[in-house]
């Protein structure tokens, strides 16, 4: 499959497709052991996503029954297919509060509804909600895989070691993942580079977008990592890459009123 990149020996960069979306793609990561593996991130719950990821793992020599599944968040670009990829008796990651929107899908519904119905939405959006956006409809299927991470806690598969860093905001159970010995920062949609994430509004997150810039201001502890996102292309997190007095700091100022931030109810 054309399109797969390694970044380090037994460490790939593996392009999924998002149809329709703006994002246009979501970046997946591979990471290949010994005798296991480790896929951060899935995409929607679709063809041409699973269809596309399936052809990838398939070329990599990767063996399901041998993957764990990590998760940078719940968005469904993100998790969609992580219950169909997961190995057997393997699990799933994902930040602890984040974990119950992905293991009871009726979660959603009985923490959204009534607020959107409570901020002025009609009962006929809030329903279309629940049925057209990519969010629910393409989610994935509950499941009892999922166990729960919090910051610092680490994961470690063939040479490499991911260490949690708790950046709410995006979602309220972010994580983005360091590799501290390599010097990479997986940053999920927590940082991205030339478009914006979106901060939505959720019932652990009072102040949604306060929460996001505390969570940028960690990212001056990785000035001099280099970036992998989870859309588009990544970069330096340092000043000289336009990073920590850069592309955050921007974001930051955009957040605090001095340029143009986009908020909403929900976003990917």
């Not at 997946?28 to 052809?55: K, V």
């Not at 860093?165 to 994580?175: A, E, K, M, R, V």
């Not at 102040?207 to 001099?224: N, T």
Request: proline share 8%; hydrophobic share 35%.
């Amino acid at each position: 499959m054309s399109g797969i990149e390694q970044i380090m020996p037994g460490f790939w960069r593996i392009p999924v497709p998002l149809p329709g979306n703006p994002l246009k793609e979501l970046n997946s990561y591979l990471i290949r052991g010994q005798d296991e593996n480790l896929l951060i991130d899935t995409g929607f719950r679709i063809e041409p996503c699973r269809a596309a990821i399936t052809e990838a793992l398939t070329e990599l020599g990767v063996r399901r029954e041998e993957t764990d599944i990590l998760l940078t968040h719940l968005h469904s670009d993100h998790s969609g297919l992580a219950p169909e990829l997961v190995g057997p008796e393997r699990r799933i990651y994902v930040g602890r509060v984040d974990l119950p929107y992905l293991a009871n899908s009726a979660v959603w519904k009985k923490d959204f509804g009534p607020r959107f119905l409570k901020m002025g939405f009609s009962e006929a959006e809030v329903g279309r909600r629940q049925t057209e956006n990519p969010a629910q409809s393409m989610a994935p299927e509950d499941c009892d895989r999922y166990f729960p991470l919090d910051e610092e806690d680490t994961i470690t598969c063939g040479p490499y070691t991911l260490r949690a860093i708790f950046t709410p905001g995006h979602t309220p159970g972010h994580l983005c993942f360091a590799m501290d010995e390599e010097r990479i920062l997986l940053t999920g949609d927590h940082v991205l580079f030339d478009i914006t994430p979106n901060i939505a509004t959720w019932r652990e997150l009072p102040d949604a977008l306060g929460s996001y810039l505390d969570s940028l201001e960690k990212m001056e502890a990785f000035a001099a990592y280099r970036a992998l996102p989870g859309h588009r292309g990544g970069g330096g997190l340092g000043p000289a890459d336009g990073g920590t007095e850069g592309t955050p700091r921007r974001a930051a100022d955009r957040g605090a009123g001095r340029g143009p931030h986009r908020t909403g109810t929900y976003g990917l």
